[in-house]
Every structure is written in C-alpha cells, then in structure tokens.
C-alpha cells in the first residue's frame, strides 16, 4: 500500500478540523476577531516564522539529493522569502514596528511548537522533520482556501483581516504548499505500515500545537 499526505490527515481527521477550523480562524474569516487578539498572535509569529526558517535549513542540511535539497529551499523561501517579508509589512499596518518584533519575548505556546519541530528534526530523519513542519505550510494553505470558499467570510474592506486571508489563498503560498504535499507523497509512498503510525504521531503533534498557538491568540496569553 502506497501512503498519501491524505492518509495522514485522515487519521488525524478531528485535531485536523480542530486546527483548520478553530474559532480564531472562523472569527478572522468573519471580521469579528478582537483586534488585541490579532496583535498578539501577528508579535508571535515573527518569532515563529524565525524558528521555522531555522527548521526548513535543517531540512536543507539533511537532504541527501538536490531535490530533496531544492524542497528544503522551496519551504525556507516560501517561510523566510515571501511570508516573513509581507507579515513584517503587515504588522507595520497594524502598528507593530520592526524594532518592536526584534524585542519581543517568546510566548510559551511558540516555544513548545517550534522547539518541537526542531527537535523531531534534529532526532529523526529528513521524512520526520517534512511531517512535523507539513501543517505549518499545507494547514495554512487549507486555511486561506476554506476561508475564501465559505459563505459566511467577509470579502474586502468590511473586513480588517482580508489581508491576511488574500496570503494564505493566493497562488505563490498555494503553490508552496501543493509542492510540499507532492514532495510528502513522493515520500510516503515507499514506507511501511509501521513507519506510517510513528508520522501519524508525530503529524497529531504538530497538529495539536498548531491548536495551542491559536488558543495562545485567542487568550492573548504568553
Ligand atoms: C503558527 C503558524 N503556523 C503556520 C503558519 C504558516 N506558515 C504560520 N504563519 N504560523
């Protein structure tokens, strides 16, 4: 039996939901989301994405063969090249400096996300470290494309999030992210059943800590 970055999701199907989902996502798509809220998530994940861009160079480091190698840099450009650069924009818009993002603390939900991706990078193999980052690159992709697909999203400027939405569906991070998935299924494919359960795990975890950084917006906590 051939795997799939389906199967993975399948046999996570109710974290998956719970993160593409989660209130905050459903508040933001809605235009309802508190403002403070948004803040505090946006501070949170510069860091994020600083600890990300580390984690696709750590792929980079440990792709054996130039596509593997040319995946890595595809992830750490779409991370670092395009997200990072239109979030710094972003924050400025909402009134959050640069200087102010170099100087800020670590919430503990962002810390126990990417230090987990770091780690199940640096203990596993490159196939460990692509499961723990996919729903970092594929959730968000999912995100911004069930936000534009239902009814109930506020479109344009009766909506103060419309930003942030149009990056997440547009065509360059939907690309990234279908060329991760293809890269997953090249991967998947050759595995046994065994090796299967222990990505299950590791792609439930990452899941679930894509959840607490929503949690952590909501709650505005550190
Ligand atoms: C927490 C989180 N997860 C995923 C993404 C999309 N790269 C993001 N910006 N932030």
Same mark, same amino acid.
């Given at each position: 039996?051939?795997?799939?970055?389906?199967d993975?999701?399948r046999?996570c199907q109710s974290?998956w939901d719970?993160?593409?989902?989660h209130?905050f996502?459903q508040?933001l798509?809605?235009g309802?989301?508190a403002?403070d809220?948004?803040?505090h998530?946006?501070?949170?994940?510069?860091?994020?994405?600083?600890q990300?861009?580390r984690? /696709?160079? %750590?792929?980079a480091?440990?792709s054996p063969? &130039?596509d $593997? *190698?040319r995946?890595?840099k595809?992830?750490?450009e779409?991370?670092i090249?395009?997200?990072?650069g239109?979030?710094i924009?972003?924050?400025?818009q909402?009134?959050i400096s640069?200087?102010e993002l170099?100087a800020?603390?670590e919430?503990?939900a962002?810390?126990?996300?990417?230090? /987990?991706? %770091?780690?199940?990078?640096n203990?596993g193999? &490159?196939? $460990? *470290?692509?499961v723990a980052?996919a729903?970092?690159?594929?959730g968000?992709a999912?995100i911004g494309k069930?936000?534009?697909?239902?009814?109930?999203?506020?479109?344009?400027?009766?909506?103060p999030y419309?930003h942030w939405i149009?990056?997440?569906?547009g065509a360059?991070?939907?690309q990234?992210?279908a060329?991760e998935?293809?890269w997953l299924?090249r991967?998947?494919?050759?595995i046994?059943?065994?090796?299967?359960?222990?990505?299950?795990r590791?792609?439930?975890d990452a899941t679930?800590?894509e959840?607490?950084f929503?949690d952590?917006?909501?709650?505005?906590?550190?």
């Amino acid at each position: 039996m051939a795997f799939t970055f389906d199967d993975l999701q399948r046999a996570c199907q109710s974290e998956w939901d719970a993160y593409i989902r989660h209130d905050f996502v459903q508040q933001l798509g809605n235009g309802t989301l508190a403002g403070d809220a948004f803040r505090h998530y946006l501070k949170q994940d510069y860091l994020f994405l600083i600890q990300f861009g580390r984690a /696709y160079a %750590l792929a980079a480091y440990k792709s054996p063969t &130039l596509d $593997d *190698l040319r995946q890595a840099k595809a992830g750490l450009e779409a991370i670092i090249g395009l997200e990072l650069g239109l979030h710094i924009d972003y924050c400025r818009q909402w009134g959050i400096s640069e200087a102010e993002l170099q100087a800020l603390p670590e919430a503990r939900a962002t810390m126990a996300y990417t230090r /987990y991706v %770091l780690d199940t990078g640096n203990r596993g193999d &490159l196939l $460990d *470290l692509h499961v723990a980052l996919a729903p970092c690159l594929v959730g968000y992709a999912q995100i911004g494309k069930w936000l534009s697909e239902r009814p109930e999203t506020v479109r344009g400027e009766a909506n103060p999030y419309d930003h942030w939405i149009c990056m997440y569906e547009g065509a360059e991070f939907q690309q990234a992210a279908a060329a991760e998935e293809a890269w997953l299924n090249r991967e998947l494919a050759e595995i046994s059943p065994r090796r299967f359960e222990q990505l299950v795990r590791i792609f439930r975890d990452a899941t679930r800590l894509e959840i607490d950084f929503w949690d952590m917006g909501l709650n505005q906590r550190m």
